[in-house]
């Protein structure tokens, strides 16, 4: 590995980049960041508060003074991060090279189609909350571009952000919230799959009893609902030969038999973990 490592201070202000909600301490985290994520970058990085930080927490004038014509002369993202990148010397030249590429591609996307990147990368950190917020604010903007007759890249990527709003509100087994979206998903491309997305909210969000007087009404989505219980069926199966449900299956034997102490104990641990992995996944 070239270079050297610490440079500059560590910072006891973290910086966060704005998009992957990711907060660095020093050079070499912000170097990390930026490269692993590098598909996720959009000219926001860009800014006097990253510059400010470099300064005046980690002490790099120096680097800071050769960033900032960037910034205000609309240098370009490849150009600015592979900057940072070499100064700070974690990297092999090959390693650069390909951030460059990645960074140019990139720079072919929309706006829109960036953020929406950004935001599936937070669902896909369990980040949920933040991610549907994303979301909603990428909905609001593209409202405001119709509204101003700005053209956008087009009504599959809008569905897209409907179908991935819904899957981050089913996580959170918000089912009803995440159906609208699935619904408004499947109104804009009349794609089945959006529509058995919303009837697989609807199954999990309803009593059986009212969704089988529900799925009664789906004449003509009928064949759709015939499919949902075939894979809520597979997906049975499948759980069967999971180690959750042979640890429910032990668990149930414990309460079962003699062994009620244990079944409680293992109880109370199991709540709080899931209580715990809970509040982690629908944090900011």
């Not at 960037?70 to 030249?93: D, K, N, P």
């Not at 460059?100 to 189609?113: D, T």
């Not at 929406?116 to 669902?123: E, G």
């Not at 038999?257 to 899931?274: N, W």
Request: with cysteine; aromatic share 10%.
């Amino acid at each position: 590995m070239p270079g050297y490592l610490c440079v500059g201070d560590y910072s006891s202000v973290p910086y966060l980049i704005q998009g992957l909600e990711l907060r660095v301490y020093c050079m070499e985290e912000l170097c990390y960041g930026l490269k692993e994520n590098a598909f996720l970058l959009d000219s926001s990085i860009m800014s006097d508060g990253l510059i400010n930080w470099i300064r005046q927490c980690c002490g790099l004038d120096e680097l800071a003074d050769f960033l900032y014509p960037m910034v205000h002369r609309q240098g370009s993202l490849s150009t600015f991060v592979v900057a940072i990148l070499q100064y700070v010397g974690l990297y092999e030249q090959a390693e650069l090279r390909q951030v460059e590429q990645i960074l140019k591609k990139g720079a072919g996307l929309s706006g829109l189609e960036k953020r929406k990147q950004q935001i599936d990368y937070l669902v896909k950190k369990k980040k949920y909350v933040a991610a549907i917020r994303g979301y909603d604010n990428l909905l609001q903007k593209w409202g405001e571009y119709e509204e101003l007759g700005v053209q956008n890249a087009g009504e599959e990527l809008k569905a897209a952000i409907y179908h991935n709003k819904g899957t981050a509100l089913a996580r959170m087994m918000l089912y009803q919230q995440a159906g609208e979206s699935f619904l408004e998903a499947y109104r804009i491309t009349g794609n089945d799959q959006e529509y058995l997305s919303f009837l697989g909210t609807k199954r999990m969000e309803m009593p059986e009893s009212k969704y089988i007087s529900f799925a009664a009404g789906e004449m003509e989505h009928y064949q759709l609902t015939l499919e949902l219980e075939k894979q809520m069926e597979t997906l049975r199966q499948d759980f069967l030969l999971q180690p959750e449900a042979l640890m429910l299956r032990q668990r149930q034997e414990w309460r079962e038999g003699a062994d009620k102490q244990r079944y409680y104990e293992e109880s109370d641990t199991l709540c709080q973990t899931l209580k715990d992995q809970y509040r982690l996944n629908v944090g900011e």
